[in-house]
């Protein structure tokens, strides 16, 4: 039954998208409590609405909840956070090398629409909604596969992305990027499927390099304090 048919669904369904963008927008922090009364009263829902949200939430990876069913935003380990981009990486040149073989002209509009879209935010130096809108430009790709499924994981590793750089990132530019998603689309639409695998390959690369390239030394105390004393 569609949303439209189902106020219930369609109410779940705001809150569920509400806190996907803030948690995605890095305006919901990593660790996060998420309570489901407070929850259900700022949305003006039942805490069974707001549990359905969770779960969703948490299946896409955004979302912890424990043993006690409390939930909170999730915090991904470096390792989950390499695991992650790695399989990135082969959905996305799977979606790109799939587009670029079957390629339309009408999927060139929503694709440059968006990318403006990117580079408005980016210009006003909205950063936490030009990163959304980079992520979500990766999804627009996948729907135009028309490949349900592969949109499903895609969208499920995307979001995983974008909370690892909210915990390991920094903030940066969006300028590559963009001139990437460019290249990106004029390569999909000359037909040439080895050369968008390859933009896409290293345009993650990029990201994942951005949020996981600092790695933490670790060490003892005093291992970490003898890099100060000079």
Same mark, same amino acid.
């Given at each position: ?71 909170? &935003? ?20 799977? &979606? ?135």
């Amino acid at each position: 039954m569609t949303d439209v048919l189902d106020p219930s669904a369609s109410k779940s369904g705001t809150a569920y998208t509400a806190l996907r963008d803030a948690i995605m927008e890095n305006a919901l922090k990593p660790g996060t409590k998420l309570p489901e009364d407070a929850l259900g009263k700022s949305f003006g829902v039942s805490r069974t609405l707001i549990r359905s949200a969770l779960q969703r939430l948490a299946s896409e990876g955004l979302v912890e909840v424990g043993r006690t069913k409390s939930a909170r &935003v999730a915090e991904p380990s470096r390792e989950e956070a390499h695991e992650a981009f790695a399989v990135r990486r082969a959905l996305e040149r799977a &979606v790109v090398a799939t587009l670029a073989r079957s390629w339309r002209d009408e999927f060139s509009a929503p694709l440059r629409a968006h990318i403006d879209a990117e580079r408005e935010a980016s210009t006003a130096g909205d950063h936490r909604r030009s990163v959304r809108l980079g992520a979500e430009f990766h999804l627009l790709l996948a729907q135009l596969t028309e490949n349900a499924l592969l949109l499903r994981y895609l969208s499920e590793v995307v979001s995983r992305c974008t909370l690892i750089l909210a915990v390991f990132g920094h903030s940066h530019p969006q300028t590559e990027g963009l001139i990437e998603h460019e290249q990106l689309v004029a390569a999909m639409s000359a037909g040439d499927a080895e050369r968008a695998a390859a933009i896409v390959d290293g345009h993650i690369e990029a990201v994942e390099e951005r949020a996981l390239g600092d790695e933490d030394p670790g060490g003892s105390l005093d291992e970490v304090l003898a890099r100060y004393r000079r």
